[in-house]
């Protein structure tokens, strides 16, 4: 007796049984990314840029941003250049994603809720030192 073996399945159908397979581990699955509006930040205050905001940029900015890289002919590493950027409202673009502005950190997720709100305070603030 001879045994028939199924036929292969067409590409099709392979392709229709795969892609979600794919696809399925294409996703966000950061819990602060997906729970951004349930964070609750204890933020330092006031925020200055000694007790907050220059380390910060030293650990998110400063590899790409400093006076023998200025990535952008932006320098992060001192107060004094990184106000600018503060003044002329491009480091809140960038680091808040807003259209328009270059996303920073390049290529990665926005920073975390809670950096991001005290951030933000401090670019309300004005930037104190």
């Known amino acids: 007796m001879i045994k028939k073996f199924p036929k292969c399945p067409t590409p099709t159908l ?9 696809f399925a581990g294409c996703y966000y699955d950061n819990e ?15 925020v200055t840029y000694q007790n907050f905001v220059s380390g910060l940029v030293q650990a998110n900015c400063n590899t790409c941003h400093n006076p023998s890289l200025p990535s952008g002919g932006v320098i992060t590493s001192n107060y004094s250049d990184l106000l600018i950027v503060v003044n002329d409202g491009r480091l809140r673009g960038a680091v808040n994603h807003e259209p328009g502005f270059s996303n920073m950190p390049q290529g990665q997720n926005k920073l975390p809720v809670c950096d991001l709100e005290a951030l933000n305070a401090w670019i309300d603030a004005g930037g104190p030192q």
């Not at 392979?14 to 794919?22: A, D, G, N, Q």
């Not at 997906?34 to 204890?42: I, K, M, N, R, S």
């Open 14 to 22: 392979l392709l229709c049984v795969l892609c979600p397979l794919i």
């Open 32 to 46: 602060e990314y997906l729970y951004q509006g349930d964070v609750v930040c204890d933020n330092i205050e006031p």
